[in-house]
């Protein structure tokens, strides 16, 4: 292989497969097109919402109003997006006569993308067994595995809108708590236009038996999905939540403006999984999704919040799930792996914003670009007047893969006490022309090479996610990387 | 049987002409040793024949088993058995001994049409090889070449040669950086893997490596071309007399 044609495949961004690409043929409903208060109280009404919900959308509407979308991001692809052509609720239409069962449409395309809602197979060992699943589709959850078993041990895991009727007063109790509806932009647009989400609560003392999930997928086109995740770990509790996500292939970004909020209560210890695959656009960059995501969660007194996430999708992802160390001895983790290819821009990290005594936190972020991508790691460690002997370690890796792509590290620290420690490195790397030919004198094609180095360099992050996450996260760093070298 | 067959060779790299016209023939089974000085273009010819990025061939044939040798991509030459120790092996972070060698095994088995080894069986011969070369177990889950030592090093890509079970096999100053030890651990898993249908190209600087892995014949490479072949009194001599005492 000579230099020039090395350099080619490098920098060649084909074709990759997206095998989530995929549109569900269904009758669905939709509302109008558009953003106003009509809007917001039709979609309210739609899920026979209680008047203080209504009150809170509409409050976050008015707030919403008199904001800006945030422009700080390394995000020079971040389409100008008009919030009057979106449509903002839309739901398969349930069939009149079988209201209580799933669509078989729906289970079948959950069934295409690996998320099994047949309760009865897992069971009995066909599929993989061991994980509980919230399927939101759309505007909407169609199905949540496991919900029995768990109630025995009073675990309430339901979609949002469940919760909102069923168990009214934790959900006013927790709602906005971590992210109130002004905390940014997109942050108020989701508090007022969500649509639907998980809700999840582990009483005192309990460890959830199985992990949770979520799974979200948008099918119809010209719609945004603004879903809304709920977490409360009560004391002592103890839960292991994933989170999934595809999209159809089309040439119009769509938007997916989502908010998790997390309470850990002292002594609790919660893992949050991300393994993000919306669909990136192609390789002119046209299409994909707009990923512009608040996350965040709050540790009371000697809890434990671990934040692990894989991003290999969207054509834009905005995204810093953070923690705030609000209880002595409390501590967090980050975890991420962001790969972007094509055109793909992602400015994503963390805040760890330490109130407590003896608070620790850890961010390990792996950025890695190809194609013509640009990749940030943007985090904040904040050590409050009160974070006494806090620690923070950070360490921000970047990995380029060819010579058209971007790599930024854009840390913040503020200490406001002396006690407080704060340790930050990064380091930017390539994968070099050595590298791959040592693994191709072994037999190893260029492709499988890219992966295998690719997947070498994110070990201590993949590490992390539990098993069946690991294996398909590992897949996706690897087929997301074809193309971008030959 | 010709394994190799090298005519008029020339090569070089960013428009300086290194190889000058190199002429060698290797046989199935056959042990050949290139000695040469610093930049006689030994690892050249290595680079060459595996079919390194950067290296522009200007002129001559490299006939590999009936096929055009340098028409084929790194990976293919792999796949057809050629295999080289690294002068200088390359560290792959986060990737395990075992990841790595699983993934150019079944490489190999894919490109021959076999279906991949299953778990227990890859042990298996993870284990035989790892023996060979007097790796201890914790060898395996050991990230490729990374915080090995110079005899870890050397000895890793015996180990990865054993694995991949080459008809080829060129050593490229595996010698340098090794104590006596070490040097002795790899020849004899050099000399273990001899056979009627293994051939070799030993490049080496000194005697040292030669008085272990006995050639059967021996190449002076000096300024790009093949001063002189012979058997192993032509090692003596430089021994003796140095490179200098070596003329067309």
Redesign the interface.
Same mark, same amino acid.
């Given at each position: 292989?000579?230099?020039l044609k090395?350099k080619e495949l490098l920098e060649s961004v084909a074709a990759q497969e997206y095998k989530e690409g995929f549109v569900t043929d269904i009758r669905q409903e939709f509302i109008p097109k558009g953003l106003n208060e009509d809007i917001i109280r039709l979609i309210s009404a739609k899920k026979d919402e209680p008047e203080w919900l209504l009150g809170f959308r509409l409050d976050s509407f008015r707030k919403w109003q008199k904001m800006t979308p945030p422009r700080w991001g390394h995000l020079s692809r971040l389409p100008e997006i008009d919030f009057q052509d979106i449509i903002y609720y839309a739901a398969p239409l349930r069939d009149e006569d079988r209201p209580e069962s799933i669509d078989p449409a729906l289970e079948e395309t959950f069934e295409k993308l690996g998320i099994p809602l047949k309760e009865r197979e897992i069971l009995a060992g066909v599929k993989p067994k061991g994980v509980a699943v919230d399927a939101v589709f759309d505007s909407v959850s169609v199905s949540t595995t496991f919900r029995k078993a768990l109630a025995e041990k009073g675990i309430i895991f339901c979609s949002f809108n469940e919760a909102v009727h069923k168990h009214p007063d934790l959900v006013r109790k927790y709602l906005a708590t971590v992210v109130p509806n002004g905390d940014n932009f997109y942050a108020a647009l989701n508090s007022a236009v969500f649509s639907d989400g998980s809700f999840c609560y582990i009483p005192k003392g309990v460890h959830c038996p199985m992990d949770l999930s979520s799974y979200f997928r948008i099918n119809a086109a010209g719609t945004g999905q603004f879903e809304r995740t709920l977490i409360v770990a009560d004391e002592g509790a103890s839960l292991s939540y994933m989170e999934g996500c595809t999209a159809p292939m089309r040439d119009t970004n769509q938007l997916h403006a989502a908010v998790v909020e997390i309470i850990c209560e002292k002594d609790s210890d919660v893992r949050y999984s991300t393994v993000q695959n919306w669909y990136p656009g192609d390789e002119q960059g046209r299409g994909g999704i707009l990923n512009l995501v608040t996350k965040r969660g709050i540790c009371k007194e000697g809890a434990h919040l671990s934040w692990t996430q894989v991003e290999t999708g969207s054509a834009i992802t905005w995204k810093y799930p953070s923690t705030i160390l609000k209880g002595d001895n409390s501590t967090s983790e980050f975890y991420s792996v962001a790969l972007t290819g094509k055109w793909q821009q992602a400015d994503t990290g963390t805040k760890m914003i330490h109130v407590g005594r003896n608070t620790r936190s850890r961010i390990v972020s792996k950025g890695i670009s190809a194609g013509h991508s640009e990749n940030s790691y943007r985090g904040m460690v904040q050590m409050g007047p009160g974070a006494d002997n806090a620690r923070n370690f950070s360490q921000c890796d970047s990995l380029l893969i060819g010579s058209e792509c971007g790599a930024h590290t854009f840390p913040v620290i503020r200490s406001s006490n002396p006690s407080a420690s704060v340790e930050h490195e990064a380091t930017t790397s390539k994968i070099?022309?050595?590298?791959?030919?040592?693994?191709?004198?072994?037999?190893?094609?260029?492709e499988?090479a890219v992966g295998?180095?690719v997947?070498?360099?994110?070990?201590?992050v993949l590490s992390r996610l539990p098993m069946e996450f690991a294996v398909e996260a590992q897949k996706l760093l690897s087929v997301n990387l074809e193309g971008s070298i030959g | 049987m010709e394994l190799i067959r090298i005519t008029d060779l020339h090569a070089g790299i960013e428009g300086k002409e290194i190889l000058k016209g190199i002429n060698l023939t290797i046989g199935e089974g056959e042990v050949h040793a290139i000695m040469g000085p610093n930049g006689a273009g030994k690892s050249t010819l290595s680079a060459v024949l595996?079919?390194? *990025? +950067?290296y522009?061939v200007t002129g001559g044939t490299v006939e590999y088993k009936g096929r055009n040798l340098l028409e084929m991509?790194?990976?293919e030459?792999?796949?057809a058995g050629i295999?080289?120790s690294?002068q200088y092996?390359?560290?792959? *972070? +986060?990737?395990s001994i075992t990841?790595?060698?699983k993934?150019?095994v079944n490489?190999?088995r894919k490109?021959q049409g076999k279906s991949e080894l299953s778990p227990a069986e890859y042990l298996k011969l993870l284990k035989t090889n790892m023996k060979l070369v007097q790796m201890k177990g914790e060898f395996a889950g050991r990230?490729v070449n990374v915080g090995f030592s110079g005899g870890e090093k050397k000895r890793g890509e015996i180990f990865?040669m054993a694995m991949?079970d080459p008809s080829l096999c060129i050593l490229d100053e595996t010698d340098s950086g090794l104590d006596v030890d070490a040097l002795k651990i790899v020849s004899d898993g050099v000399n273990a893997l001899r056979g009627p249908e293994k051939s070799a190209l030993v490049i080496t600087h000194y005697k040292r490596l030669l008085e272990l892995i006995v050639p059967d014949k021996v190449h002076v490479l000096k300024d790009g071309r093949i001063v002189r072949s012979g058997g192993t009194e032509l090692v003596e001599q430089i021994e003796n007399e140095g490179y200098d005492s070596i003329h067309d």
């Amino acid at each position: 292989m000579d230099e020039l044609k090395e350099k080619e495949l490098l920098e060649s961004v084909a074709a990759q497969e997206y095998k989530e690409g995929f549109v569900t043929d269904i009758r669905q409903e939709f509302i109008p097109k558009g953003l106003n208060e009509d809007i917001i109280r039709l979609i309210s009404a739609k899920k026979d919402e209680p008047e203080w919900l209504l009150g809170f959308r509409l409050d976050s509407f008015r707030k919403w109003q008199k904001m800006t979308p945030p422009r700080w991001g390394h995000l020079s692809r971040l389409p100008e997006i008009d919030f009057q052509d979106i449509i903002y609720y839309a739901a398969p239409l349930r069939d009149e006569d079988r209201p209580e069962s799933i669509d078989p449409a729906l289970e079948e395309t959950f069934e295409k993308l690996g998320i099994p809602l047949k309760e009865r197979e897992i069971l009995a060992g066909v599929k993989p067994k061991g994980v509980a699943v919230d399927a939101v589709f759309d505007s909407v959850s169609v199905s949540t595995t496991f919900r029995k078993a768990l109630a025995e041990k009073g675990i309430i895991f339901c979609s949002f809108n469940e919760a909102v009727h069923k168990h009214p007063d934790l959900v006013r109790k927790y709602l906005a708590t971590v992210v109130p509806n002004g905390d940014n932009f997109y942050a108020a647009l989701n508090s007022a236009v969500f649509s639907d989400g998980s809700f999840c609560y582990i009483p005192k003392g309990v460890h959830c038996p199985m992990d949770l999930s979520s799974y979200f997928r948008i099918n119809a086109a010209g719609t945004g999905q603004f879903e809304r995740t709920l977490i409360v770990a009560d004391e002592g509790a103890s839960l292991s939540y994933m989170e999934g996500c595809t999209a159809p292939m089309r040439d119009t970004n769509q938007l997916h403006a989502a908010v998790v909020e997390i309470i850990c209560e002292k002594d609790s210890d919660v893992r949050y999984s991300t393994v993000q695959n919306w669909y990136p656009g192609d390789e002119q960059g046209r299409g994909g999704i707009l990923n512009l995501v608040t996350k965040r969660g709050i540790c009371k007194e000697g809890a434990h919040l671990s934040w692990t996430q894989v991003e290999t999708g969207s054509a834009i992802t905005w995204k810093y799930p953070s923690t705030i160390l609000k209880g002595d001895n409390s501590t967090s983790e980050f975890y991420s792996v962001a790969l972007t290819g094509k055109w793909q821009q992602a400015d994503t990290g963390t805040k760890m914003i330490h109130v407590g005594r003896n608070t620790r936190s850890r961010i390990v972020s792996k950025g890695i670009s190809a194609g013509h991508s640009e990749n940030s790691y943007r985090g904040m460690v904040q050590m409050g007047p009160g974070a006494d002997n806090a620690r923070n370690f950070s360490q921000c890796d970047s990995l380029l893969i060819g010579s058209e792509c971007g790599a930024h590290t854009f840390p913040v620290i503020r200490s406001s006490n002396p006690s407080a420690s704060v340790e930050h490195e990064a380091t930017t790397s390539k994968i070099s022309e050595d590298q791959l030919f040592y693994c191709t004198q072994r037999g190893i094609s260029p492709e499988d090479a890219v992966g295998l180095i690719v997947n070498g360099y994110a070990k201590e992050v993949l590490s992390r996610l539990p098993m069946e996450f690991a294996v398909e996260a590992q897949k996706l760093l690897s087929v997301n990387l074809e193309g971008s070298i030959g | 049987m010709e394994l190799i067959r090298i005519t008029d060779l020339h090569a070089g790299i960013e428009g300086k002409e290194i190889l000058k016209g190199i002429n060698l023939t290797i046989g199935e089974g056959e042990v050949h040793a290139i000695m040469g000085p610093n930049g006689a273009g030994k690892s050249t010819l290595s680079a060459v024949l595996t079919g390194r *990025p +950067g290296y522009e061939v200007t002129g001559g044939t490299v006939e590999y088993k009936g096929r055009n040798l340098l028409e084929m991509t790194p990976e293919e030459r792999s796949w057809a058995g050629i295999f080289m120790s690294f002068q200088y092996p390359i560290e792959i *972070p +986060g990737v395990s001994i075992t990841a790595f060698m699983k993934a150019a095994v079944n490489a190999h088995r894919k490109a021959q049409g076999k279906s991949e080894l299953s778990p227990a069986e890859y042990l298996k011969l993870l284990k035989t090889n790892m023996k060979l070369v007097q790796m201890k177990g914790e060898f395996a889950g050991r990230d490729v070449n990374v915080g090995f030592s110079g005899g870890e090093k050397k000895r890793g890509e015996i180990f990865q040669m054993a694995m991949l079970d080459p008809s080829l096999c060129i050593l490229d100053e595996t010698d340098s950086g090794l104590d006596v030890d070490a040097l002795k651990i790899v020849s004899d898993g050099v000399n273990a893997l001899r056979g009627p249908e293994k051939s070799a190209l030993v490049i080496t600087h000194y005697k040292r490596l030669l008085e272990l892995i006995v050639p059967d014949k021996v190449h002076v490479l000096k300024d790009g071309r093949i001063v002189r072949s012979g058997g192993t009194e032509l090692v003596e001599q430089i021994e003796n007399e140095g490179y200098d005492s070596i003329h067309d």
